[in-house]
């Protein structure tokens, strides 16, 4: 099977996870609440995200994870529509939470097959240019939510999120159903419950885990400020916040790019130190700079260096339990965004009191950090 129909699908989910990112203003302008509050919206969706993970595990090992990645993606074709006629920030909520319990069963199952299919040597490397699906996905839903945000409301834009979802469940469900059917499923739900809580007992399984769980929190909740943070303080509209964040999507794309030249050169343990660093510098300029061209910059920094650390943790998460890769792959991806719900949550308290500012520079701190730690006990090799 080739790519492109797992990678559209891909794309749309990563594009309905960040579209919001920059109508976070607007939603509180139209449901006359502050955006720290709009801002539940992105919590809703990370949230049912990371906590639907529990379950696309087990179930993409038990029946396939293509056959569960279909099932996924014409889910979220449904509720992209019910989005878009939400008459309510709580209606909107909703939608968001079932938007992401749904969109859970794609990335992470893709990821998780990838590793089945792909030996350790090769695997970073096509993880990384899997990586472009989804960072143009995420650069698509910020640069298209604030444009729809400028130009003719929110609502459209999930309409055309549905599109693309029903487009790719389509094409998706051609494939599976011309390729072999899986082998009968052994044993319960239940057992592959079991297993999922015998993954946390190994200790190489938990420490992917922390450092998993302080990125969801110190990157990806920062991240979901950005768009606001350059109208804020650096003089955006809604709708440049969104192009300036397509700069955030072509440094993923350049990582994406050279990542085995830099991987050779760096391995994974300077991978990841240089990427905590990079990240680190472009949220202490989104703290304290000022200017188009500062907020630019921050925004390329930000994505070369997210998915520089990212990616390493992306691929110790595919090796940190073979036997059992389709539920450490989604264990992997619940903690991140649970975690990113928790970030959400306390960066949007922070900036309803004007301390966001004071949010980026810690989240800066922790960072470097991170890099620290992870650069000293990542494995080349499990």
Not at 60 to 80: E, M, P
Not at 286 to 298: E, P, R
Request: glycine share 12%.
């Amino acid at each position: 099977m080739t790519l492109w129909p797992i990678a559209l699908a891909a794309f749309g989910s990563t594009a309905s996870m960040r579209i919001c990112d920059p109508m976070l203003i607007a939603l509180g302008e139209e449901f006359r609440v502050s955006t720290g509050d709009a801002s539940a919206v992105v919590s809703a969706f990370a949230v049912a995200y990371g906590v639907s993970q529990f379950f696309y595990g087990p179930m993409g090992d038990r029946i396939g994870k293509l056959r569960v990645v279909v099932g996924a993606t014409f889910a979220c074709a449904l509720f992209s529509l019910l989005t878009a006629f939400a008459g309510s920030l709580q209606g909107l909520i909703l939608c968001r939470a079932l938007m992401g319990a749904s969109a859970a069963g794609i990335v992470p199952l893709a990821i998780a097959w990838i590793g089945d299919q792909v030996a350790y040597e090769r695997r970073q490397e096509t993880l990384a240019r899997f990586s472009g699906a989804t960072l143009t996905g995420m650069m698509a839903g910020q640069l298209f939510g604030g444009y729809a945000v400028d130009h003719f409301g929110w609502r459209p834009a999930f309409l055309v999120l549905a599109g693309i979802f029903l487009i790719a469940a389509t094409v998706l469900l051609r494939h599976v159903r011309r390729s072999a059917a899986p082998p009968p499923p052994e044993g319960s739900l239940a057992d592959y419950l079991r297993n999922s809580r015998r993954l946390l007992r190994l200790p190489r399984v938990r420490w992917v885990l922390t450092v998993t769980a302080l990125e969801g929190a110190l990157a990806y909740g920062a991240m979901a400020f950005m768009p606001s943070r350059l109208v804020d303080a650096f003089g955006y509209t809604p709708s440049g916040a969104g192009l300036a964040m397509v700069l955030w999507g072509l440094g993923g794309l350049l990582y994406g790019q050279l990542a085995r030249r830099w991987l050779a050169l760096l391995g994974e343990r300077g991978l990841a130190l240089a990427g905590a660093g990079t990240l680190a510098v472009a949220f202490w300029i989104l703290a304290w700079g000022s200017g188009t061209v500062a907020g630019a910059l921050a925004c390329f920094l930000a994505g070369v260096g997210l998915y520089m650390f990212h990616n390493t943790l992306q691929t110790q998460a595919t090796q940190m339990a073979p036997q059992a890769r389709g539920a450490a792959v989604t264990l992997f991806a619940c903690i991140l965004f649970l975690t990113q719900s928790v970030g959400v949550w306390v960066i949007g308290l922070t900036l309803d009191l004007g301390a966001l500012a004071t949010s980026f520079t810690l989240c800066a701190a922790g960072l470097v950090m991170l890099g620290v730690w992870v650069s000293r006990h990542v494995r080349p090799r499990a």
